[in-house]
């Protein structure tokens, strides 16, 4: 239970925010069976169409992509992703708008109000009240991102009319298991008996492919049902019975985003009778969908580049999009991770890219010193080859610090990559929003 009172009437959304981290014994707490009692004592259900987006890497992007494109369609779309990077009402969208904190702390109260002595995580509280707001908007259709894995994760409450997996590769594998095939069956979960099922990843982990076949999902698997094709000026896709060409590239920049762009006109496809999307909202869809944190490069000079990887799987990426852009003489990493998370992993698909790394403790229990990553990043590192430079390495004690040194150092042709987590990407935002 608690250890503190439910916020006052006229409490604030950041004091309900500090309430809700104080409700529960742990941080997450995976499973179905307490959410679901309160979804009930709720009377919470999503009278529209659903669409529910799981994945190692790619689901925001998805969202974004799918929500852009349903809103220029002219459907009243509500959108619910995690983590957020500054605000929370980032994580809770309606119609394209954020929702307010006086709509948040209603919904809150509510969930309060019905839960009784059912203790709840924060994301399971914060869910139920997204899933609150939706039901009382009168929507046509939500997507829902998953917080973590699918089969336990509070979203996979809501029945899908249409699932997508974007990927599957190792990354919470206290919670997930320590094998692709362990992570796939998870995430395969939000698959539904007879609803298009999208699958985007290239190469499936065969317990998602059995797990599809068992419940009888309309498996759509990419490179069979459905694919793209481009070169430098356009892209097209190719599905079951659609075809969309002449594309623009999406806005939302890096060597995956076709690949999720394709999955999120899979679902249309899918979903064509009941969500109808002409190929002109596709156009403007792509065009206008943003993700901050996703491969965003910030003008000015130097180039700074912010992404919120924090995986092996998302650091290859990075490191792939870091090779496709033009010369830059150094590259400085402002570079803090989460002491659960692959930093060997990551830092070995960055070696060789990164000339000084730029190491920024992180903060919470979960956090660590800029000093302890250093020491990892080193370990991870390959010995230099004759004649190559040493990358340098030095431990910062926040990333705003680690920003600040870099930014001190790096001319004006160079590139700034800060990287490692949602936690560091927000604070050097955070950072160049007070110089700004």
């Not at 699918?150 to 009319?161: K, S, T």
């Not at 320590?178 to 099922?197: F, L, N, Q, V, W």
């Not at 498996?219 to 969309?244: C, T």
Request: one cysteine or more; hydrophobic letters at 45%.
């Amino acid at each position: 239970m608690s250890l503190i009172a439910p916020p006052d009437p006229g409490a604030t959304l950041t004091q309900w925010l500090a309430y809700l981290e104080s409700l529960h014994p742990k941080t997450i707490d995976l499973g179905l069976e307490r959410v679901r009692q309160v979804q009930q004592r709720l009377g919470v259900e999503l009278d529209c169409v659903k669409i529910v987006v799981g994945g190692t890497n790619g689901k925001g992007s998805t969202c974004a992509m799918l929500e852009a494109m349903l809103l220029a369609a002219g459907f009243k779309t509500g959108l619910y992703t995690s983590p957020h990077l500054i605000d929370f009402n980032e994580r809770v969208r309606v119609n394209g708008e954020l929702a307010s904190d006086a709509d948040l702390i209603a919904q809150f109260q509510a969930v309060e109000a019905a839960r009784g002595d059912i203790s709840l995580t924060y994301f399971e509280f914060t869910t139920l009240a997204a899933l609150r707001l939706f039901s009382r908007s009168r929507l046509d259709a939500v997507v829902l991102e998953v917080g973590l894995g699918g089969r336990l994760d509070a979203v996979n409450i809501v029945d899908a009319d249409c699932a997508v997996v974007t990927s599957v590769d190792l990354d919470h594998m206290d919670w997930l298991g320590d094998t692709r095939e362990k992570i796939g069956y998870e995430k395969a979960h939000i698959y539904r008996p007879g609803k298009p099922a999208i699958c985007a990843d290239p190469v499936p982990p065969q317990s998602l492919l059995d797990h599809a076949a068992a419940i009888g999902a309309d498996l759509w698997l990419f490179g069979r049902d459905y694919n793209y094709s481009g070169d430098r000026q356009q892209w097209a896709y190719g599905g079951r019975a659609q075809r969309r060409g002449a594309l623009a590239y999406p806005a939302l920049r890096g060597a995956n985003q076709l690949l999720n762009a394709a999955a999120a006109l899979a679902v249309l496809e899918a979903l064509r009778d009941r969500l109808p999307v002409p190929q002109q909202a596709v156009r403007q869809g792509l065009l206008q969908a943003t993700l901050p944190g996703r491969f965003q490069i910030l003008p000015g000079q130097p180039t700074v580049i912010l992404d919120v990887g924090h995986n092996p799987h998302a650091a290859a990426v990075l490191a792939q999009n870091l090779d496709n852009m033009g010369f830059h003489p150094y590259t400085y990493a402002v570079f803090g991770m989460l002491n659960d998370k692959d930093v060997a992993g990551v830092v070995a698909k960055l070696a060789g890219r990164i000339d000084r790394w730029y190491c920024a403790g992180l903060p919470g229990p979960r956090g660590g010193t800029g000093e302890a990553l250093a020491e990892q990043v080193r370990a991870a590192l390959p010995p230099p080859g004759a004649g190559d430079d040493v990358p340098l390495i030095c431990p910062h004690a926040d990333p705003a610090q680690a920003y600040a040194a870099a930014r001190a150092q790096a001319g004006e042709n160079d590139r700034i990559v800060v990287f490692g987590s949602f936690f560091t990407v927000a604070a050097v935002l955070q950072y160049l929003g007070r110089k700004a």
